[in-house]
């Protein structure tokens, strides 16, 4: 099993938006009192009021449109950004023991 280091740089701002809030886009990552890993918005239909998010682990929560969250900023680009890297170090350790 791989282990990662992840390194950060700079303040990480986090704006406290209601779920169903225009500001808290899709794909963006958010941290709710109730949970302890982030969650992002999925652009599935709202039912009844109740909007889709998943974490990274693949766990789908439905959570209320009036619940406050702390969004935090610039996190989705990040995360996608490391993603890319241990996929490219994946793949070249697989062809390095071939």
């Avoid at 302890?36 to 209320?64: A, H, Q, R």
Wanted: hydrophobic share 35%.
């Amino acid at each position: 099993m791989a282990n990662v280091k992840c390194e950060i740089e700079g303040k990480i701002n986090m704006i406290r938006n209601k779920i169903s809030s225009d500001y808290l886009k899709v794909d963006a990552r958010f941290f709710c009192n109730e949970e302890d890993s982030l969650f992002f918005k999925t652009n599935i239909e709202p039912k009844d009021g109740n909007y889709m998010c998943c974490n990274e682990s693949g766990v789908i929560k439905w959570f209320l449109g009036d619940l406050f969250v702390l969004r935090l900023n610039g996190v989705h680009d990040n995360l996608r950004h490391l993603s890319r890297d241990l996929l490219s170090e994946a793949l070249k350790q697989k062809s390095n023991n071939e």
